[in-house]
């Protein structure tokens, strides 16, 4: 799939227009800094996980896939 800019900011709108319904049906009321500063929050969370699952070697398959590439990258520079 790919996730161009602006597909990436309009499914942003669409989770902010659906969060805002959803607080305003149950009678919360969010001012635009608030909803400013949780978005960025949910942002930089999200940023957080996606580089730690990006980093981390979590299966052993993955342990063994990434020893395998160090070989490789180790023989290529030798």
């Known amino acids: 799939m790919d996730y161009t800019k602006d597909r ?3 499914i942003v709108r669409l989770a902010v227009m659906l969060v805002s319904a959803v607080a305003g049906g ?3 009321t969010v001012d ?3 909803l400013a500063t949780i978005a960025l929050c949910a942002i930089a969370l999200g940023v957080a996980v996606y580089s730690w699952w990006k980093n981390a070697n979590l299966t052993e ?3 063994r896939a990434q020893e395998y590439l160090d070989e490789i990258k180790a023989n290529r520079n030798a």
């Open 8 to 10: 990436i900011v309009a």
């Open 26 to 28: 149950v009678g919360l």
């Open 32 to 34: 635009s800094d608030a």
């Open 61 to 63: 398959a993955a342990a």
